[in-house]
C-alpha cells in the first residue's frame, strides 16, 4: 500500500547513455531532500539497465520510442499502463523534447519541471521553468546541472555524486571472459576509442600503436564500444597482429559494465562509457579533443579519473599508457 507521505517523482530523460547516466545527481538529490519520496525513471528502451544502475533510482520504465510507443499518441499509450498515473507529484524532464513534455503530461505529473522548449506552445503546460544561459550550461557538469532542476522546489544546490552500480552476479560473467582471454594474468586496459563525433574519437593508427606499446610491456586490451566500434576492430586487426579482446557491440549494459569493472583501467574517449566507468569508482583516464567541452562533460571531484586534453597535454599512446600506470588509487 502507498506510504501517505510518500512523493513520486518522475525523472524523464529518453536521450542516450551519457545522457541518462548523469541524471544520477538528480535522483539521489530528489531522495535526500524528500526522504520519503519514490523516485521513478522514465528512460529510452536501449538504456533501460543504465537506469536501473543509477543510485536513487526506485523503479525504471521504458519508453520505446521506434515500435511500442512510435509517434504522438505514445505517450497516452505508455500512460495506460503506467502503475503512477496521476499519482506523480512532480515530474523532471532533464533532457528537453515535446514528446517528454507530453509524457508528463499523460502520465497526470501535477509539477512539471522542464527547460523551454524553442517556439513551442506546449511551453504553456511546463509549471516550472528551468531557464538557462548557454554560458552557464557550457561551464557546468552535466550531472549538477542535470541536478540543478531540482532547485526550482528546493532552492538547494546539488549535493550527490555520481554513482552507478550493476547486480554483482556480472562479475562471473567479466571474470570468466577476462580469464578465458588472459590465462595469464596480465595487466588489462579497457579501451573505448570511439565517441559519437570523430573530432572526439581516436584514430585507427593511435590504437594500433597503442596496442603495440602495451604488448611490448606485457599488458592486454579489451576493445569496446557499439555501432561503428565493429569496423572499428576490424581495421585495428588489419593494422596490426597483436591480440586483443573485441567485445565491440557484444555486449548489454551490464555486461559491459561489470567487464570495464574487471581491467585494471580504462581509457577512453569522452563518451557514455567514460562516464559509467568512473561512476562505478573504477580507475579511468577520460580522453578529451576539444578543451571545450571539459567543464560540462569532464568528470568533478572523481579520485579515480584524470583528464587528458589536447592541446594542453599532446595525446600520444606513450602518455596514455604513462596516464593509466600512474592513476593514484
Not at 550531472?143 to 562479475?171: C, H, I, V
Not at 561489470?258 to 580504462?266: E, G
Not at 571539459?294 to 579515480?304: M, V
Amino acid at each position: 500500500m502507498k506510504n501517505k507521505k510518500e512523493k513520486v517523482f518522475t525523472v524523464i530523460n529518453l536521450g542516450w547513455l551519457g545522457d541518462t547516466l548523469l541524471s544520477s545527481v538528480l535522483c539521489q538529490d530528489i531522495k535526500l531532500n524528500y526522504p520519503d519520496s519514490k523516485v521513478i525513471f522514465i528512460a529510452s528502451k536501449p538504456f533501460e539497465e543504465v537506469a536501473k544502475g543509477m543510485h536513487g533510482v526506485d523503479e525504471v520504465f521504458v519508453y520505446d520510442k521506434k515500435q511500442e510507443h512510435k509517434g504522438l499518441l505514445g505517450p497516452w499509450k505508455f500512460a495506460k499502463k503506467f502503475p503512477y498515473k496521476n499519482k506523480v507529484y512532480a515530474s523532471f524532464i532533464v533532457h528537453a523534447h515535446e514528446r517528454s513534455l507530453l509524457l508528463s503530461l499523460a502520465t497526470g505529473s501535477k509539477i512539471r519541471v522542464c527547460a523551454p522548449l524553442k517556439n513551442s506552445p506546449l511551453n504553456l503546460f511546463i509549471t516550472h521553468k528551468f531557464n538557462y544561459t548557454q554560458e552557464q550550461i557550457r561551464n557546468t557538469y552535466k550531472a549538477n546541472f542535470n541536478a540543478s532542476y531540482l532547485s526550482l522546489l528546493t532552492g538547494k544546490p546539488p549535493q550527490s555524486k555520481m554513482g552507478f552500480s550493476y547486480p554483482p552476479e556480472y562479475d562471473e560473467y567479466a571474470k570468466k571472459i577476462l580469464a578465458d582471454f588472459n590465462p595469464e594474468n596480465a595487466k588489462i586496459i579497457g579501451l573505448c576509442p570511439l565517441a559519437k563525433d570523430e573530432y572526439r574519437s581516436l584514430s585507427v593508427d593511435f590504437a594500433a600503436e597503442f596496442l603495440t606499446l602495451c604488448s611490448q610491456n606485457s599488458i592486454k586490451i579489451m576493445l569496446v564500444g557499439t555501432g561503428k566500434a565493429g569496423d572499428f576492430a576490424k581495421a585495428l586487426r588489419e593494422k596490426t597482429d597483436i591480440e586483443f579482446l573485441d567485445m565491440t557491440n557484444k555486449t548489454t549494459i551490464f555486461e559491459l559494465s561489470s567487464l570495464i569493472n574487471n581491467t585494471d583501467v580504462f581509457l577512453s574517449a569522452d563518451t557514455g562509457p567514460m562516464h559509467l566507468s568512473y561512476s562505478m569508482g573504477h580507475k579511468t583516464v577520460c580522453l578529451f579533443f576539444n578543451k571545450l567541452m571539459i567543464e560540462e562533460w569532464g568528470p568533478k571531484n572523481f579520485a579515480n579519473a584524470v583528464i587528458m586534453c589536447n592541446p594542453d597535454e599532446k595525446i600520444t599512446p606513450e602518455n596514455a599508457l604513462e596516464k593509466c600506470s600512474n592513476i593514484p588509487v
